[in-house]
DNA sequence: AAAGCGGGGTG
DNA sequence: CACCCAGCTTT
């Protein structure tokens, strides 16, 4: 919610209702989501946005299946917006509800396996108070927000605590289970920042799989790992890119590798500065580059490079 | 069924 | 460092 709710007072300004959202280009969209991370949910906020206006002719769906039919709304947001919204008899199962769930009812089947799923959903939907499903589902979820909080959380206190299992079992700390793997991946980036003369420089988008897609950075060159100047200016990558922008020097910007950590792959990162003469038409002016896109990685380098400031 | 997708906070 | 978060789509 903290990090949220100042995109939400962005985006409603920006988009005061679902046309303006549907018309905007998807470089706005992404631009007032840079720094919320899970870029596919503005991606997919932007396409709903043009499904409503379109197909559903600016009718927002009021039905579960069609809820669920929007991209990027799956069953959670269906019901949770189908309760809230219009009374539909839908119960919300989040990280809340399984925590709740798991720890009152002693249930240990892994939350984020499918029988666990399956399970958890079942038993929300058995328990929720049809005449009243949005206020059930959210007291629900606020509870666990609040209360039933995933670290230490204040049994002695709790007003279940004479029928949850975990606590009356001492077990409320193995609760919920959860299947973890997910190996962090190492990956090495090497961003050319590359200053001209005329105070121009390169964003690439990123296109394709991957993370960050269509957000903007500068040309990559990514290697297997560490890499030194020696090593850097040997690439394909790198004569390619010197020979198109005509650098003329490159000086290291962070001796030290950023560490930037995502929930699956830690990038450790060399900042290089590539002075250039001439980019050939090519190019941003520098004083533009605030207004592209780029993920938290990029935009921390770019406060804090006086060249950008 | 598993993998991939961000960034920030807590203890 | 481990774990958590008002999940969903793709593979």
């Known amino acids: 919610m903290e990090q949220g709710t100042p995109y939400y007072f962005k985006f409603i300004e920006a988009f005061p209702n679902v046309q303006a959202l549907a018309n905007a280009p998807q470089e706005q969209v992404l631009k007032l989501w840079q720094g919320l991370g899970y870029y596919s949910r503005a991606r997919n906020l932007h396409i709903t946005a043009q499904h409503i206006t379109g197909e559903f002719k600016g009718e927002f769906p009021k039905t579960y299946k069609e809820l669920l039919s929007l991209k990027g709304v799956g069953d959670y947001t269906a019901s949770a917006i189908g309760s809230i919204c219009f009374d539909l008899p839908t119960a919300v199962v989040d990280g809340n509800v399984y925590r709740i769930l798991s720890r009152i009812y002693g249930i240990?089947?892994?939350?984020?396996?499918?029988?666990?799923?399956?399970?958890?959903?079942?038993?929300?939907?058995k328990l929720l108070d049809i005449s009243q499903s949005g206020t059930f589902n959210q007291a629900t979820m606020e509870f666990g927000a609040r209360y039933c909080v995933p670290q230490n959380p204040d049994c002695l206190h709790c007003i279940f605590n004479k029928d949850c299992v975990a606590f009356l079992s001492n077990t409320v700390g193995e609760l919920p289970v959860k299947i973890k793997k997910q190996k962090i991946k190492k990956r090495y980036f090497n961003y050319i920042v590359i200053v001209s003369a005329d105070k121009k420089t390169i964003l690439n988008q990123r296109t394709g799989k991957g993370i960050w897609q269509?957000?903007?950075?500068?040309?990559?060159?990514?290697?297997?790992?560490?890499?030194s100047e020696n090593q850097l200016i040997n690439t394909d990558d790198y004569v390619s890119l010197s020979k198109i922008h005509g650098i003329t020097e490159l000086v290291l910007y962070n001796d030290v590798q950023v560490v930037h950590k995502l929930s699956h792959q830690h990038l450790y990162t060399k900042f290089w500065i590539g002075y250039s003469n001439n980019l050939n038409n090519n190019g941003i002016k520098i004083s533009e580059v605030q207004d592209f896109a780029v993920p938290v990685l990029v935009s921390n380098f770019i406060s804090s490079f006086p060249e950008f400031k």
């Open 108 to 125: 240990s089947t892994p939350i984020n396996s499918s029988a666990g799923i399956k399970e958890f959903k079942q038993l929300a939907q």
């Open 214 to 227: 269509q957000l903007y950075e500068f040309p990559l060159v990514e290697s297997a790992s560490e890499i």
